[in-house]
């Protein structure tokens, strides 16, 4: 039995060398629930972890839906993390109101808010690798439910291996394979009893639906379902090699908004238009859409009716004679923001939502060794500011000099280049220096500092500079 699990791990870290998953020096923040699959998920990182030179943390995140219950597993993944001295990241939300106040599935909550948490807590502590515990037979059960709500080429895909900072290892395994690995290994682990609660979809079709077709249709549905992922994904890499070209073509970012023309859309071909429409939604508004949001779209574009409006959560699409213009509810109350500040305060602010802090130090080796580490931190030389500080959004015309370059480059040019869209660039606060009317951008607060305020050689006092989006 012992050699069977061997196995098992030589072929986890062999998938991993495969498909150049980790790199040395990665810091990787793994998702741990303390259930079955997360504790398997954290051993084989852990041998991993040996030969890689990579760094752990532990992410968890307490939902509050099962009162104590929730506080044990978190309590058993806090004492897990701290016996193999493991950084632990935890927070607690209380999902089901959440979910009230979102009009969203207790489901579809807890997945935003826990992917939310990982992202900031990656972008907070500095990993660049996020890994969760998705298998197999989570593949399968995700392209059948997608299938059931009317999804689009998207969601027949499932879910990736890759996809941003987050990285699906186990993929590869199916929950069987697991499920031996872990009884094999005496890997503790705790029971969640909401897994059998039959009033989430997703439990209704991993314990009933497919067991059922595996009985009575066909027993290799896990099988044929992750083919159809696999074909799909590879017909929308297809049509998305071109849908950022045709985005550019057809659409065009203005004053907070985007606007399509609809004469250039109808000119593509039906599934090079949802491949846009799919690209728009997800670069400016991180939103997927359902296939029946997609039939709403395209009669709304097909309508004669100037001023009709169809409402996708938070985005607003707007039909005028021969255009769709797209908005966010938000930026029909977003105000431009200029807000003074002192050097080594504390500042938050509701409206916008984001915090800034400043604070004093001196300029050592070490601190310097980790400098660009975490993107919401940057270090500057104290005495090249001169004038007063102050923190404000972007405006037509603004630009700086992006450490590193010897030019000066547009603003508006360096968010195309990052791919922040329109309606976020406005969110993005400026730190700058006012010398009489004279002023300079100093930060491009969590993506890039500008040259000439940076720490050199000859800088022996420090500025730290702290901005956080309030969640």
């Known amino acids: 039995m012992r050699q069977t699990t061997t196995y098992f791990q030589n072929q986890f870290l062999e998938h991993c060398r495969k498909n150049h998953f980790f790199s040395s020096n990665d810091r990787v923040l793994i998702a741990v629930s303390g259930g079955l699959d997360s504790m398997?998920?954290?051993?084989?990182?852990?041998?991993?972890q040996l030969e890689s030179e990579i760094t752990i943390g532990i992410a968890h995140l307490n939902h509050r839906l099962r009162g104590a219950a929730s506080d044990r597993d978190e309590a058993f993944v806090k004492k897990f993390a701290l016996s193999r001295l493991y950084p632990f990241h935890c927070q607690r939300m209380d999902v089901r109101k959440q979910a009230k106040l979102?009009?969203?599935?207790?489901?579809e909550q807890a997945h935003d808010l826990r992917y939310a948490f990982f992202e900031k807590t990656a972008r907070q502590f500095g990993y660049n690798k996020i890994c969760t515990a998705h298998h197999r037979s989570d593949q399968a059960e995700t392209i059948l439910m997608r299938i059931i709500k009317g999804s689009g080429m998207s969601g027949l895909t499932g879910i990736r291996e890759k996809r941003g900072l987050f990285i699906r290892p186990l993929l590869l395994f199916s929950k069987a394979d697991i499920k031996k690995y872990v009884q094999t290994e005496n890997i503790k682990h705790v029971n969640d009893a909401s897994n059998r609660d039959k009033a989430i979809l997703r439990n209704r079709i991993r314990h009933d639906l497919i067991p059922l077709l595996k009985k009575k249709f066909?027993?290799?549905?896990?099988?044929?379902?992750i083919h159809l992922g696999l074909i799909a994904e590879e017909i929308k890499a297809h049509f998305d090699l071109d849908a950022e070209k045709q985005y550019l073509q057809v659409c065009k970012a203005a004053e907070g908004k985007i606007v399509l023309e609809i004469k250039a859309f109808n000119r593509y071909l039906r599934a090079q238009r949802h491949a846009l429409v799919e690209f728009l939604f997800l670069r400016e508004f991180n939103k997927k859409l359902q296939f029946s949001d997609y039939e709403k779209l395209y009669d709304l574009i097909q309508t004669k009716q100037s001023g009709k409006k169809v409402i996708?959560?938070?985005?607003?699409?707007?039909?005028?004679a021969d255009q769709?213009?797209?908005?966010?509810?938000?930026?029909?109350?977003?105000?431009?923001?200029?807000?003074?500040?002192e050097t080594g305060r504390d500042y938050s602010w509701k409206n916008p939502n984001f915090s800034f802090r400043s604070s004093f130090l001196s300029s050592t080796p070490e601190l310097r060794s980790g400098f660009?580490?975490?993107?919401?931190i940057e270090y500057v030389d104290r005495e090249k500011i001169k004038g007063h500080l102050r923190l404000r959004n972007w405006k037509t015309g603004d630009k700086f000099k992006p450490i590193g370059m010897n030019g000066f480059?547009?603003?508006?040019?360096f968010f195309v280049d990052n791919k922040i869209s329109v309606i976020e660039k406005k969110n993005i606060p400026l730190l700058c220096e006012k010398i009489g009317t004279k002023e300079n951008i100093i930060w491009v607060c969590g993506l890039r500092l500008d040259d000439r305020y940076k720490v050199d050689n000859r800088t022996h006092h420090l500025l730290k500079l702290e901005y956080n989006r309030n969640e």
């Open 372 to 376: 660009g580490r975490i993107a919401n």
């Open 218 to 225: 066909d027993p290799q549905i896990e099988k044929h379902l």
């Open 324 to 341: 769709i213009v797209f908005l966010t509810k938000n930026r029909l109350n977003r105000r431009d923001f200029c807000f003074t500040i």
């Open 312 to 320: 996708f959560g938070n985005v607003i699409c707007l039909k005028t």
């Open 40 to 48: 398997a998920l954290v051993h084989l990182m852990g041998i991993l």
């Open 409 to 413: 480059k547009k603003l508006s040019d």
């Open 102 to 107: 979102s009009r969203k599935s207790i489901e």
